[in-house]
C-alpha cells in the first residue's frame, strides 16, 4: 500500500506540474505579453507625445474637471463670428473646441445656441484640431505643431466669413509654419499651412487631423435607427464604430497597425474624411481629397471618462531645404443638415460627405423619403404637414396592391361563417379540415396568401419612413398642431399629469412611471390600431385571436416613448389604412365592426327617443 501511495503521490505532483506547465503556457505567458504590450503601447505614447516619430498622432494627457468657462479662460482664444456659427479657437494647437450653433436651440424652452465643442481639459471636452508629424523612418524634428503648440497671432481678431485669421509658428528645426484658418456661412472651415524650410537639410512630413470627444454624450440614443460614434470615409468605404463598442481600443490603443484590434480600427486609401458623429451633429477633420491617408479609430484612458478619437495621418512627403508646401485641410462642425452636407460634398469635393446621416440598411428608399420631405415641407410650410403629405403619397403609390390585399381579405371575412362550420365539422380529422378549406378556397376563388403577399412591400417602407423620421433634424424642435411643440420629444400631455394639468414628470415615478408616462397621441395611435384590426378577419385559432386582439395595447405602450412626429406618423398612417380597408369592405358587401356599432348606437337613440 505504501508503494502505491507513493506511486499515487508521483503521479499527482506530475499532473500538477503538468498542468502548471499547461497554465503557463496559455494563460500566465499571454498575460504576461499582453502587459508587456500595454507597457510599450504607454512607451511609445508618452515617445510620441513628446515629439518623436511613430504612428500615433501627438498626444498628451489632458487636465481635466474644469468648468467649461475655466477650461475657455485658461488659453488665449480668437472669437468666431459666423452665421452659422459662434465661439472661438484656441491659440494652444490652434484648436477648434468652442462651438455653438446659432441656427439650433439648446431646447424648446431655452433658446440659447447649442453648445457642440467644448475645450479641452473640460467635462464632456469635444474638439478638433490639425498638426504635422515626421515620418515614421526619419531623423527627429523638434517642436512640430501639434496639440500643445502656441501659435503667434499675426492679422485678424474676429474670425468670419469675410475676415480669416493668420497663425504662425517657428520650430526649432528652421521650419516655418503659416496657417491661414477662414469659414464659410455655415459650418466648414478651410485650414491652409503653407510649411517653409529654413533648415540645411530636407524633411519629410506628414500632415494630421483628429476628432476627440471625451466620455460618452450626455444624451446617447441607444436605437437601432441611430449611429452616434466614430466614422472614416476613406477611397469610397465607410467605416464605424460606435461609442459603446469602443472600449476594447481604450484597452488596447492602436499604436501601430499591427497592434490594432480590428480590421475596422484603421483603414488607408485615397482621399476621404474622419469624424465623430451623434444623433444630429458631427464633427470631422477633412484632408486634401487627393492625398493617400491612413485612418484610425482609438481610444485614451483620460481620468474618470476615456478619451474617443478618429484621426487621420497622411503619406509623408519630402520638403527639400529652403522649399515650400503648401496644405489644405478642412474642418467640418456643425449640424447635419442635407443641403449643408452636399455642398461641401458637390461644391468642395469631399468625398460622400452627406454618408454622415445615417441613412441605414434601406438607404435606397430613405434617401428619396428624405428628398421628398424637403421638397413637401417647402411646398406646405410645416414640417408636420410634410409628413402627412409623404404619408398619403406612399397610400397612393402603394394603393394597387394594398387594393387588392384588402379585397382579399373582404372575400375571406364573408365565408367566415362557412370556415367556421367546417373547423366544427372536422374537429378531431385535421386532414380532413385542410382538405375541406382547400376546396372552399378553390369554390369561391380565394388564396388565403393573396391577403399577406401584397403588403410585404410595405413593411420595408414602413421602416425606412421610421428610418427618415428619427434622424430628420427638421423635426427637431418643431411644432404641430395642438399641444406638440417638439416633435423629436415623446408627447408630454401623459396620463400621469392628467394630459397636461399636473405641473409634475410622470416618468419619475418607479415602476408606475410606464403606465403614467402614456401620451395622448400613442393613445390616439392604439385606437386606430385597434380599429384597423377590427376590420380584418379574426385569426382562425382563439389564442392567436387573443394574442392579435392585445397587440395594439402592446404597441401604444412600446411607441410612448417615441418621438411625437413618428407617433403621428403612425396613427396618420393607420386612419389612412382604415378609410381605404372600410371603403373596400363595403363596396365587396360585408358588414364591419363600425357598421354594427353604428347600428347599436343608432338602436339606442332611437329606444330613448321613443
Known amino acids: 500500500m505504501g508503494e502505491d501511495n507513493n506511486r499515487n503521490l508521483f503521479i499527482a505532483l506530475g499532473l500538477v506540474l503538468v498542468i502548471m506547465l499547461v497554465y503557463q503556457w496559455l494563460v500566465l505567458g499571454p498575460a504576461a505579453e499582453r502587459q508587456q504590450a500595454e507597457l510599450a503601447a504607454q512607451q511609445a505614447l508618452e515617445e510620441v507625445a513628446s515629439g518623436t516619430d511613430g504612428m500615433q498622432i501627438p498626444s498628451a494627457q489632458a487636465p481635466s474637471g474644469m468648468t467649461r468657462e475655466t477650461a475657455l479662460g485658461s488659453v488665449e482664444r480668437i472669437r468666431i463670428d459666423a452665421p452659422g456659427i459662434v465661439g472661438s479657437l484656441a491659440l494652444e494647437g490652434a484648436r477648434i473646441d468652442d462651438i455653438s450653433l446659432r441656427r439650433h436651440a439648446t431646447s424648446v424652452e431655452d433658446d440659447s445656441p447649442v453648445a457642440l465643442l467644448n475645450p479641452r481639459g473640460s467635462e464632456g471636452a469635444f474638439y478638433v484640431n490639425d498638426g504635422w508629424v515626421g515620418a515614421i523612418d526619419g531623423n527627429d524634428i523638434d517642436d512640430l505643431p501639434g496639440n500643445l503648440t502656441q501659435w503667434q497671432l499675426v492679422s485678424g481678431s474676429t474670425l468670419t466669413p469675410d475676415t480669416p485669421v493668420v497663425l504662425e509658428h517657428e520650430s526649432a528645426s528652421g521650419l516655418h509654419f503659416r496657417r491661414q484658418i477662414s469659414i464659410d456661412e455655415n459650418y466648414l472651415f ?81 482621399g ?160 380532413k379540415q385542410q382538405q375541406a378549406m382547400m376546396d372552399l378556397y378553390r369554390k369561391e376563388k380565394i388564396n388565403p396568401l393573396a391577403g399577406c403577399l401584397p403588403m410585404l412591400p410595405t413593411i420595408p417602407i414602413f421602416f425606412a419612413l421610421y428610418q427618415t423620421l428619427f434622424n430628420a433634424i427638421e423635426m427637431r424642435h418643431q411644432p404641430f398642431f395642438g399641444w406638440i411643440s417638439d416633435m423629436s420629444a415623446r408627447d408630454p400631455l401623459m396620463i400621469g399629469n392628467l394630459f397636461g394639468l399636473l405641473p409634475y414628470d410622470p416618468l419619475a415615478v418607479p415602476v408606475l412611471g410606464v403606465v403614467l408616462g402614456l401620451g395622448l397621441w400613442p393613445i390616439i395611435m392604439g385606437i386606430t390600431m385597434a380599429a384597423q384590426q377590427a376590420l380584418n378577419p379574426p385569426p382562425p385559432d382563439p389564442t392567436q385571436a387573443k394574442i392579435f386582439a392585445f397587440l395594439p395595447v402592446i404597441f401604444t405602450f412600446v411607441l410612448a416613448g417615441f418621438p411625437a412626429g413618428l407617433v403621428i406618423y403612425y396613427a396618420w398612417n393607420n386612419a389612412l389604412t382604415v378609410l381605404q380597408q372600410y371603403v373596400i369592405m363595403r363596396r365587396h358587401g360585408n358588414e364591419t365592426q363600425f357598421d354594427k356599432l353604428i347600428a347599436h348606437l343608432r338602436g339606442k337613440l332611437s329606444g330613448k327617443d321613443s
Open 190 to 270: 478651410t485650414v491652409q499651412d503653407t510649411v517653409t524650410n529654413g533648415g540645411s537639410d530636407a524633411v519629410a512630413l506628414r500632415r494630421y487631423g483628429r476628432v476627440r470627444h471625451l466620455g460618452l454624450p450626455d444624451d446617447l440614443v441607444r436605437n437601432m435607427a441611430s449611429f452616434e460614434g466614430a466614422m472614416a470615409m476613406i477611397d469610397g468605404r465607410l467605416e464605424r464604430r460606435k461609442f459603446t463598442d469602443m472600449d476594447d481600443l481604450v484597452d488596447a490603443p492602436c499604436i501601430d497597425r499591427r497592434n490594432c484590434s480590428n480590421e475596422t480600427d484603421q483603414a488607408e486609401g485615397t
Open 272 to 431: 476621404g474624411w474622419v469624424g465623430i458623429t451623434e444623433r444630429y451633429w458631427m464633427a470631422a477633420a477633412i484632408p486634401e481629397q487627393g492625398r493617400e491617408i491612413l485612418a484610425t479609430f482609438d481610444g485614451q484612458e483620460r481620468g474618470e471618462d476615456d478619451a474617443y478619437d478618429a484621426y487621420y495621418v497622411e503619406q509623408p512627403e519630402v520638403l527639400a531645404a529652403g522649399g515650400t508646401r503648401v496644405s489644405t485641410a478642412y474642418v467640418f462642425a456643425g449640424a447635419k443638415e442635407l443641403d449643408v452636407l452636399q455642398h461641401v460634398q458637390n461644391d468642395i469635393g469631399v468625398m460622400k460627405f452627406d454618408m454622415a446621416i445615417n441613412w441605414g440598411w434601406l438607404w435606397f428608399l430613405v434617401r428619396p423619403f428624405v428628398w421628398a420631405l424637403h421638397m413637401l415641407e417647402g411646398l406646405t410650410g410645416h414640417f408636420g404637414l410634410a409628413i402627412l403629405a409623404l404619408t398619403l403619397v406612399v397610400k397612393l403609390i402603394m394603393f394597387p396592391l394594398a387594393n387588392r390585399s384588402y379585397a382579399s381579405m373582404a372575400k375571406m371575412k364573408l365565408v367566415q361563417p362557412k370556415m367556421q362550420e367546417i373547423r366544427e365539422r372536422y374537429a378531431s380529422d385535421q386532414q
